[in-house]
């Protein structure tokens, strides 16, 4: 018997225990060990599955060791049309607060790669799948305006599952006009802005300013679009192409710029970022 073979048979045995040393890919299904998967950036060493990554972690991975300074972390949304549901939007806000230990699903500052200064802004799908409410709409709007100010490249990464906050109704759909003005501000003073999307980043926050980087870059595997390719089969009633709406499929058709792996990915901005500055 394989390796991975033994693996999966030993994996079928066990119940999945958070204590334990070894986890499931979400992509090759093979049992790998935790510490393995965290060396390489929370990828997989079988298969390459990129696994959803905090913001925090993201950040670190990206800016030189010391460099952010973390700006707005005090804003926090309120519910303005009291939303009521199974659970109610204040309640979830108050879920999604404790178990990210942030306030919204935006982390937003500025730090350095490389010496290089940079403006950056990372979106955590942990956090009401990383949608965008008129707080994580403002603290990219204010990002942008600051890079603009001090005339310093803008990066965005995007894990935006949840595009447009529902919750807060038209209040989020605003934030799609703000922080597309705000990029046309930016990019009218001659600013270069980078978007990175991770899996997955769809709905209003990709038809935002998710895709109006300068260069866009995906990383491998990751779920890119404006509505989930199950609702346009569902819609079309056709069958859909292999890898529809997945970075390499947006590649070939030239709706990315590249597709980098994320443990290339501090290597691959830095060289970008020193050709433009």
Known sequence: MSWNGFRRLMWGRKKDDAGSDWMRCEGC?????KAAV?????????????FNMPANERLASLLDPGSFEELWQDMKSKDPLSFEAVVSYTEKLEESQRETE?????????????????????????FIMGSMGSVVGEKIT???ELAKD???????????????????????????????????????????????LTDPTMGGVMASFAALGDIVIGEPGALLGFTGPRVIQQTLKQELPKGFQRAEFLLAHGFIDRIVHRTKMREELSRILAYVS
Request: hydrophobic letters at 40%.
């Open 29 to 33: 299904e093979n049992l790998v060990l």
């Open 38 to 50: 965290a060396q390489r950036l929370q990828t997989c060493p079988d298969c390459n599955h990129h």
């Open 102 to 126: 942030m306030n919204e699903a935006a982390m937003t500052g500025v730090g350095a790669i490389n010496g290089i200064k940079v403006a950056i802004g990372v979106t955590d799908s942990r």
């Open 142 to 144: 204010r990002l942008t």
């Open 150 to 196: 001090r005339r310093i490249p803008l990066i965005i990464v995007s894990g935006s599952g949840g595009g447009a906050r529902m919750y807060e109704g038209c209040l989020s759909l605003m934030q799609m006009a703000k922080t597309s003005a705000a990029l046309a501000r930016l990019d009218s003073a001659g600013c270069f802005y980078i978007s990175v």
